[in-house]
């Protein structure tokens, strides 16, 4: 298994797109989280080896996350982008099988340093 390795974040205008990247290999969900300034960490979005998503509810229809297993990579793409979505971004990955991927932390054994979004208004 390789160790998650994030990649794409970048400062952007309001309305801006971003695309991040994460490599990963030999796990089942993946999952991107996030925490900006002074708040917890939330879960973004997840899915499964067999393209299954799941969205927290807040950030469905701007942000779509993908896999390409051939690449070993998982992408999240995010458009319309708005000041509260900077935060430092994080890919999670889970070596254990599960029978349904969440964005509760305690199913991802792997994580990511995070890289950051910066959105200005």
């Known amino acids: 298994q390789v160790q998650p390795v994030e990649s794409g974040g970048d400062s952007v205008q309001a309305g801006g797109s971003l695309i991040l990247s994460c490599a990963a290999s030999g796990y089942g969900c993946m999952a991107w989280f996030r925490q900006a300034p002074g708040k917890e960490r939330e879960g973004v979005a997840t899915?499964?080896?067999?393209?299954?998503?799941t969205y927290d509810f807040s950030e469905q229809g701007r942000f779509t996350i993908s896999r390409d297993n051939a690449k070993n990579s998982v992408y999240l793409q995010m458009r319309s982008l708005k000041p509260e979505d900077t935060a430092m971004y994080y890919c999670?990955?889970?070596?254990?099988?599960?029978?349904?991927?969440?964005?509760?932390?305690?199913?991802?054994?792997?994580w990511g340093q995070g890289t950051q979004v910066i959105v200005s208004s």
């Open positions: 899915i499964e080896p067999d393209g299954t998503t």
């Open positions: 999670a990955a889970s070596s254990t099988i599960w029978r349904w991927c969440s964005l509760r932390e305690f199913q991802y054994n792997a």
